[in-house]
């Protein structure tokens, strides 16, 4: 599979920046989401060279001799570090005598708590920056700003007179289509294909360069499963048995998941707010490309307006927005995390993100074309229980308005995540 190419990336102008001030980075994220592509945008700014690990006479040589390989004149570029841990080692004895920045600048599909090699020799001198699939704004040339308003104390200026023309079917389209950046340049048949190809080079190829597994036949039907239940909260025990799996195993096989980068866990926010607050976790899909593929969704089936295709339409959305939402803060210094908010009886709000100072915005997705006051209530919930540490709550949803809903609450459509308002 060719490097994503073609696509201006936030990221890329961050790295350059962080660069400047850390003696090492790490890239990391699913494969083929451009981080070699990126990688060689910084090497050619700073007239360097990439020394691919995914070549395997390269990652002979470097096995031999790591030291030669990474003492030349900084920055040094690894692409995919984890084929050869040796290179952390090394890259580890180079910043004990020197820690200037601009050091060294690695790339990776493996979560870098999938690697051992990372916490042990790199601890407290990398910095991590995420390659995440394109967000709407990159894949439409738009520079998008939504999570920084909000985030910063620019929620009111998100009412505007202006309304919104994304159709239903078009929001079907972005869903299924996703971020993955070789997906988006095929179509039809051609991008399925593509999808499935990908996901058993990841199966087969990335998760066994993580463990060696016992039943690696059940990893399909496992992840199909959380495809069902993505934008939900995780069961690890009803997994482990549509996977025919035990609940150990299970557990252990969604941690592999993860480290590949094609399941995220949105972990529970707000403990200290009282014992009705659970802990549990919701499970998402990194692209909602790649779960509509697993279901086998497509516009057309999502334009139904049936039962199972509305729910279907919601849980997809859902994990749509929050990715978009997740992409942007991601960008952002200033940010702790992302978690979602929910109670034992009910109340929940589907995004949390988290200043450094413990402020937050709290975010809802709505795939209809109304927000009934009802739907307000687990906003308005969280903001009382917060206080002033609430910063704004906003309900995405698919209708044409944006409006002032409640003290600090709006309704927005979600098309305002990457279509800034002209006012």
């Known amino acids: 599979m060719a490097p994503a190419t073609g696509y201006q990336r936030r990221i890329r102008d961050i790295a350059l920046a962080r660069l400047s001030e850390e003696p090492l980075l790490l890239l990391q994220g699913p494969r083929t989401v451009g981080k070699t592509y990126i990688l060689h945008q910084l090497a050619r700014a700073h007239r360097g060279e990439v020394i691919d690990l995914d070549d395997p006479p390269t990652r002979d040589a470097v096995r031999t ?3 030669t390989f990474v003492s030349g004149s900084s920055p040094i570029f690894v692409d995919e570090y984890q084929h050869e841990p040796a290179v952390l080692a090394a890259i580890k004895a180079e910043l004990n005598n020197d820690l200037r920045p601009g050091r060294f600048v690695l790339a990776g599909s493996t979560r870098s708590t999938a690697v051992p090699e990372v916490a042990e020799y790199l601890a407290g001198r990398v910095s991590f920056l995420a390659v995440l699939p394109l967000s709407q704004g990159e894949i439409d040339d738009v520079r998008e700003n939504f999570v920084e308003m909000l985030m910063f104390g620019e929620a009111p200026s998100l009412v505007t007179n202006e309304r919104s023309e994304t159709a239903r079917s078009e929001y079907a389209r972005r869903l299924t289509a996703g971020g993955m950046p070789i997906a988006l340049a095929r179509s039809g048949p051609a991008r399925g294909r593509w999808f499935d190809e990908y ?9 066994a360069e993580v463990s060696k597994l016992r039943q690696r036949r059940q990893l399909p039907a496992l992840l199909r499963h959380l495809a069902s239940q993505t934008g939900q909260l995780l069961n690890v025990t009803a997994t482990a048995e549509a996977a025919a799996l ?4 299970a557990a252990d096989y969604l941690e592999l998941l993860k480290s590949v980068f094609l399941v ?6 707000g403990r200290t707010l009282g014992a009705r607050t659970t802990g549990t976790p919701k499970v998402h899909l990194v692209d909602s490309g790649i779960a509509a593929r697993l279901l086998r969704l497509t516009p057309e089936h999502l334009a139904r307006r049936d039962a199972a295709a ?5 849980h997809l959305m859902e994990t749509f927005v929050v990715g978009e939402l997740i992409k942007q803060a991601s960008w952002l210094d200033g940010i702790t995390g992302s ?3 929910r109670t034992y009886d009910g109340e929940e709000v589907d995004l949390v993100i988290e200043r450094d100072d413990g402020r937050i915005v709290a975010i809802e997705v709505k795939s209809g074309t109304r927000v009934p006051r009802e739907d307000l209530r687990g906003l308005e919930r969280l903001r009382d229980l917060v206080g002033t540490g609430f910063i704004a709550g906003v309900t995405l949803y698919t209708g044409e308005r944006s409006y002032l809903a409640g003290d600090r609450l709006y309704v927005v459509p979600i098309d305002r995540i990457w279509i800034p308002a002209r006012g």
């Open 65 to 67: 001799d790591a030291a």
């Open 199 to 207: 996901l058993g080079l990841v199966l087969e190829r990335g998760v």
């Open 246 to 249: 035990d609940r150990h195993t």
């Open 264 to 269: 995220r866990q949105l972990p529970a926010w």
């Open 310 to 314: 509305l729910a279907e339409f919601g």
């Open 339 to 341: 978690h979602h908010w």
